[in-house]
């Protein structure tokens, strides 16, 4: 079973909140960019019905639309692929395994496994909702960003680390360090990219790039980081 067929040649990806209102215009900019995928997720106020009515939206265009399944309640059929984040960065086991678990218990006879993946997800901004929700240990140097690759790609072969800054922009150079140790998994980062240099940097350094907060507030600034990262060859 290839679990990376659909992701893995995602360069640039779009995350849509439920939570946020976007306009058909603006939801039709998104869509015909020429983005690799959109998500759909967010850490608060995602629910049942919000989730429906966003999917159902960007399911007239024929991007990959996938869900990032950030709570039980959001648990909503109908998606090209859906991602379950696991966080690695906390003590807290709640954010790690239980509240999956707990999710699995309920859905599992009817998940397709063949379209699911897990995320292994280092949350790296102290000041983001997530981090505060999960009680991650955001601050992390080379030594434990590369044990937590370890962690992530070799012993638990996770298919995607995802170093989430939303809301900031991160630290480059951890980035770059986690996709070249990376051996199998698709490094993906996110945050706080808001014009085309940003996203140029982030593609020079991670696996996929994903570009979230900024669609809500300059659409224009948003829609330029699809060119940039094109623009950019990454290796693997
Ligand atoms: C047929 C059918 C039912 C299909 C569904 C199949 C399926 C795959 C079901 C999954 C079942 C399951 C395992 C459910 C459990 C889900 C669960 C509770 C997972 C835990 C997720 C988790 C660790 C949440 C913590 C927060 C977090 C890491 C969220 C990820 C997204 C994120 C960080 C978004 C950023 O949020 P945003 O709101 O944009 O933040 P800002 O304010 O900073 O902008
Ligand atoms: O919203 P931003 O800061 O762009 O971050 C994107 C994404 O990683 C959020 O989960
Ligand atoms: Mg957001």
Redesign the pocket.
């Known amino acids: 079973m290839e679990l990376q067929a659909i992701y893995g040649n995602w360069r640039h990806v779009f995350?849509l909140d439920p939570d946020r209102e976007i306009s058909d215009e603006q939801l039709d900019a998104i869509c015909m960019s020429g983005t690799d995928a959109v998500i759909v997720?967010?850490?608060t106020g995602v629910t049942f019905d919000n989730t429906v009515d966003l999917m159902s939206r960007i399911r007239r265009y024929e991007v990959p639309c996938a869900l990032e399944v950030s709570s039980e309640e959001a648990a909503v059929p109908g998606f090209d692929h859906y991602f379950v984040p696991l966080v690695l960065n906390t003590d807290r086991t709640e954010w790690m395994t239980g509240r999956q678990i707990d999710g699995l218990r309920k859905f599992g006879a009817f998940i397709p496994w063949e379209d699911t993946s897990a995320e292994g997800y280092l949350i790296l901004n102290a000041e983001a909702e997530?981090a505060k929700l999960t009680g991650a240990r955001s601050a992390m140097d080379a030594e434990t960003l590369t044990a937590h690759v370890y962690m992530a790609d070799r012993l638990m072969r996770l298919p995607i680390i995802?170093m989430?800054?939303?809301?900031?922009f991160g630290d480059m150079e951890l980035v770059r360090r986690a996709a070249r140790l990376a051996s199998g998994a698709r490094v993906?980062?996110?945050?706080?990219?808001?014009n085309a240099d940003k996203a140029r940097q982030a593609a020079e350094a991670a696996h996929t790039v994903?570009?979230?907060?900024?669609i809500y507030e300059d659409l224009e600034a948003a829609l330029s980081t699809v060119a940039a990262v094109a623009e950019v060859a990454f290796g693997r």
């Open positions: 995350k997720g967010g850490s997530a995802y989430e800054y939303s809301g900031k993906f980062y996110g945050g706080g990219i808001d994903i570009v979230g907060n900024i």
